[in-house]
């Protein structure tokens, strides 16, 4: 695929998602009266929302990066599996901590 064709995907999916996405956010004039005094604001949750997207996305795209080339090397040198597994399971760990912390960030500016 090409990476022309690859941005169009993107970009279709990207503006599939928003349009689907704002009919959620429907609701009578009497119930936006309610919530706005209650301090509520609902581009919070899409602004968590589209955070905690883009953080697994990274950290997707990170850790596949980081088991490659693992394996990668693995592959060229099977006797050096012991050196290798190891600090690729906690480059993978800390990756991974990075979208939890990604979630807290979220949850806090949803409920803060």
Not at 23 to 38: G, L, M, N, Y
Not at 58 to 80: D, F, K, T
Request: glycine fraction near 10%; proline fraction near 4%; charged fraction near 10%.
């Amino acid at each position: 695929m090409t990476s022309s064709k690859k941005l169009a995907l993107f970009a279709t999916s990207l503006f599939a998602m928003l349009l689907v996405g704002s009919v959620a956010f429907a609701q009578d004039p009497a119930a936006a009266a309610e919530a706005a005094k209650a301090g509520v604001d609902p581009m919070r949750f899409v602004a968590a929302g589209i955070a905690i997207g883009f953080a697994a996305l990274g950290c997707g795209i990170g850790q596949g990066r980081a088991a490659a080339g693992a394996l990668e090397g693995i592959s060229r040198n099977p006797g050096a599996y012991s050196k290798i597994f190891t600090p690729m399971i906690i480059a993978l760990a800390l990756i991974e901590s990075l979208s939890i912390y990604a979630l807290l960030v979220a949850l806090l500016a949803m409920f803060l």
